[in-house]
Nanobody
Framework: QVQLVESGGGLVQAGGSLRLSCAASGRTFSTYGMGWFRQSPGKEREFVALVSRSSGSTAYADSVKGRFTISRDNAKNTVDLQMNSLKSEDTAVYYC?????????????????WGQGTQVTVSS
């Protein structure tokens, strides 16, 4: 089992930046793909970004492409999400998740373990 703990959320003005971090337990971190999702009130949880096991490939939702960057450090068991040029519509609870599947995985059911989430609020 993998335990995930997110940090780095907070309140930021539109146009600002935040960096989210997710720390994972376990010695098999490098065997999982890592993703970030987010959920706004009244909306379903949606895919944000994904990084492969070796960091060889990444994928992003169209809504964040060019503004967000996902990265991972297998030595530290962490995955980060650098968020720039934030907009009010980025306001959500952000979750990191791990997946044992391969490919571009944009759906919740494709992920095995989830963190508890961290709140990001962007004021306009």
């Amino acid at each position: 089992q993998v335990q995930l703990v997110e940090s780095g959320g907070g309140l930021v003005q539109a146009g600002g930046s935040l960096r989210l971090s997710c720390a994972a337990s376990g010695r098999t971190f490098s065997t999982y793909g890592m993703g970030w999702f987010r959920q706004s009130p009244g909306k379903e949880r949606e895919f944000v970004a994904l990084v492969s096991r070796s960091s060889g490939s990444t994928a992003y939702a169209d809504s964040v492409k060019g503004r967000f960057t996902i990265s991972r450090d297998n030595a530290k068991n962490t995955v980060d999400l650098q968020m720039n040029s934030l907009k009010s519509e980025d306001t959500a609870v952000y979750y990191c998740a791990v997946t044992s599947y391969y490919g571009t995985l944009r759906y919740q059911y494709q992920y095995d373990y989830w963190g508890q989430g961290t709140q990001v609020t962007v004021s306009s």
